[in-house]
């Protein structure tokens, strides 16, 4: 007879090392890898099943989801979670049927302690005055779409730090006004193509701002700037002609910044100088980014805001609009613009896209014997540069300079990697546009 045969036991179940993590380490997990991915823990064991629910706060954000699940998902979420939403971020286009929906998420998002909004609309829709109830704000991102009024007793946004509009309508002028000046702490401010709707300029008066950028298909003088003694940082960029003694003005209302980024000097249609006088001076300004070229009108600009920057150290110039001279602007012409004093502390020069024309040629002659302090010029040839980089490199020996320390550098234009860095200097706010796309 057969012994009896003894059961096997069973292997105890390893244990769930996802559950025995401590509780602050679970919520530390999930709230940081996004909405998407916290739902999908659900699949990991049945105690992580409707983990994501309990959470105190998460992120929803549905940049890059399914246009045609857009509603579904965020009823969903609005329903099933009770906890704060600290981030929401959505983007709906023209024929989605997300478009009726979103005053009713807005609404029922401002009693969630929202901190971080970035929505990404089509410039159709209409936003309305649910958006002004996000008391707990710290940044927001809107791009398209059209923003009514504010609502009587509006507030204002106590803690929003940064405001960035691209391609918003405002139905009047004072709503966008008031966003701004009811914004006590607010630091970072990004305008692009951001109309104003009214024949009055529109009023920006921050008195915490420490960054600005203005990027505008409109006229200049719809807007003029209050107070903004901590500016630390300005980006000026128009796509339409400017001149005369208004833009003046209108520039000086950013002579606190330390960092100017300037790209107006387009040719205007009637040869009107663009500035000869500034009603300011620039003390605060360490560093000056310009593009522009070297036309008459042009080089008087340049000059303008380089007498009246005293205590500048970092010169770039990216030269646009590359073309054969129409006038010229030789060394006895540029001589005369220089004054006293003039680029003091002027440490580093960066010409960028250079054709070797006479004008450009003698300006940067200019500077070598005048700039004192100088310690670095860098200097990349344009596509239809007129000399070879030999032929440059000998002229610029016989130039003298002022400073026994300046040293003189070629940049390789047609390298793929510089080039880019030039394309988003030229336009400050590139980067800032790209991040919508």
């Not at 105890?12 to 999930?30: N, Q, V």
């Not at 980006?235 to 790209?263: C, E, K, M, W």
């Not at 300011?280 to 000059?303: D, Q």
Request: hydrophobic share 40%.
């Amino acid at each position: 007879m057969e012994p009896p045969r003894r059961r096997r036991r069973r292997a105890a179940p390893a244990p769930d090392r996802l559950t025995s993590l401590p509780e602050h380490l679970i919520e530390g997990i999930l709230s940081r890898v996004g909405f998407c991915d916290a739902v999908r823990t659900s699949a990991l064991s049945r105690a992580w099943r409707r983990r994501w629910e309990s959470l105190p706060t998460l992120s929803l954000s549905l940049l890059d989801g399914r246009l045609s699940t857009l509603p579904t998902t965020v009823d969903s979420v609005l329903i099933r979670y009770a906890g704060s939403i600290r981030d929401f971020s959505i983007r709906i286009d023209a024929h989605s049927s997300s478009s009726c929906r979103i005053d009713d998420w807005l609404i029922a998002l401002s009693r969630r302690g929202v901190r971080s909004m970035d929505l990404r609309l089509h410039c159709g829709l209409t936003i309305n005055s649910s958006i002004y109830s996000f008391s707990q704000l710290v940044t927001l991102k809107l791009h398209g779409g059209y923003v009514c009024p504010t609502p009587v007793g509006f507030a204002g946004f106590p803690v929003l730090q940064e405001l960035k509009l691209v391609d918003v309508q405002f139905s009047v002028k004072e709503a966008l006004e008031a966003i701004i000046s009811r914004s006590p702490l607010l630091a970072v401010l990004e305008l692009c193509e951001v109309c104003n709707p009214s024949d009055e300029p529109c009023m920006i008066a921050a008195p915490n701002l420490r960054s600005l950028t203005i990027v505008l298909v409109c006229d200049y003088y719809a807007w003029e700037f209050g107070e903004l003694p901590r500016l630390d940082n300005a980006t000026i960029d128009f796509d339409t002609y400017v001149n005369g003694d208004d833009f003046g003005a209108f520039v000086a209302g950013v002579a606190h910044a330390r960092r100017l980024t300037l790209s107006t000097f387009y040719q205007p249609y009637f040869g009107d100088i663009l500035l000869e006088t500034l009603p300011c001076t620039f003390a605060n300004l360490r560093s000056l980014f310009l593009s522009t070229h070297f036309e008459m009108y042009a080089i008087l600009s340049t000059f303008c805001l380089l007498r009246n920057a005293p205590n500048l150290e970092d010169l770039e110039i990216a030269i646009i609009n590359n073309q054969e001279q129409e006038t010229e602007a030789n060394a006895e012409f540029q001589n005369t613009q220089w004054t006293d004093g003039m680029c003091a502390s002027l440490q580093v020069v960066k010409i960028n896209d250079i054709s070797c024309l006479s004008n450009e040629m003698c300006f940067i002659e200019l500077v070598l014997s005048k700039a004192a302090a100088l310690r670095k010029m860098t200097i990349s040839l344009g596509d239809e540069c007129s000399m070879s980089e030999e032929n440059v490199q000998s002229k610029l020996y016989t130039y003298r300079r002022a400073s026994p320390s300046a040293q003189v550098f070629f940049k390789d234009i047609y390298h793929p990697e510089f080039r880019q860095q030039l394309k988003l200097r030229r336009r400050g706010t590139n980067n800032f546009s790209a991040m919508w796309s």
